[in-house]
């Protein structure tokens, strides 16, 4: 299995909506990653989660919060979103954290409204 | 992180070697020479990576200069499928920092 797997695929949610994005691997990797991709544009990295912890967080705001549950678990859970939000979310994991090889899902398209 | 640069778009004919160049003229010793694709409506996909030597896999070859300050990827027979926007990425420490990229179209 060398997939990453997101779900939804498509999300449609209002300014007041709690919901979440989820991903899964099962390749073993210890590194995973989300990044944010408005239209037109280059994937923007968000979160670095390495062994289950959190490593790097590029300064997004506290109305995204990640977790990492356990080894092959990704969610991202969204709160009070604006329509500037609204974005291809995308998953991603590696191996080690120090490898450049990383593994992306298709991602979640995400509309806020 | 050392900044890329790439071209914005590029054509190829089907049958040709494309050639996507990037520079990366303030690059580190530590820092490896990443390339990824992106097709339209999907993720981003791992081609190849080299530090200093030229390497070359199923999908491309990658030729970094001596210097180090740029590096081409090279497909070596572009096809209709291979139409997407190629990532030039420096990366240290696993941090993978996306440029604007090149758009490539391979026509007919």
């Known amino acids: 299995d060398t997939e990453v797997t997101q779900t939804p695929k498509h999300l449609v949610m209002g300014m007041t909506n709690k919901k979440s994005l989820k991903c899964e691997q099962h390749?073993?990797?210890?590194?995973m990653y989300w990044y944010k991709q408005k239209a037109k544009k280059p994937p923007e990295l968000m979160f670095v989660?390495?062994?289950?912890?959190?490593?790097i967080n590029e300064s997004v705001p506290s109305r995204f919060s990640p977790e990492c549950p356990n080894s092959s678990l990704l969610n991202l859970h969204l709160h009070a979103l604006q329509p500037e939000d609204s974005a291809l979310y995308l998953c991603?994991?590696?191996?080690?954290?120090?490898?450049?090889?990383?593994?992306f899902g298709e991602g979640s398209r995400l509309t806020v409204l | 992180d050392a900044k890329t640069t790439q071209p914005p778009s590029m054509d190829c004919a089907e049958g040709r070697a494309a050639n996507l160049p990037c520079n990366h003229s303030?690059?580190?010793?530590?820092?490896?020479v990443y390339w990824y694709r992106q097709i339209h409506s999907q993720g981003p996909q791992y081609i190849i990576h080299?530090?200093?030597n030229n390497e070359t896999n199923e999908m491309a070859s990658l030729i970094i200069t001596e210097d180090r300050k740029s590096s081409t990827l090279i497909l070596p027979h572009a096809t209709l499928r291979d139409t997407a926007v190629y990532y030039c990425?420096?990366?240290?420490?696993?941090?993978?920092?996306f440029g604007q990229g090149t758009e490539l179209s391979v026509k007919p």
């Open positions: 390749m073993g990797h210890r590194a």
């Open positions: 303030t690059i580190s010793g530590n820092e490896y």
């Open positions: 989660y390495s062994y289950e912890k959190l490593s």
């Open positions: 080299g530090l200093k």
């Open positions: 991603a994991s590696s191996p080690p954290l120090n490898t450049g090889e990383l593994f």
């Open positions: 990425i420096a990366v240290w420490r696993g941090k993978l920092i």
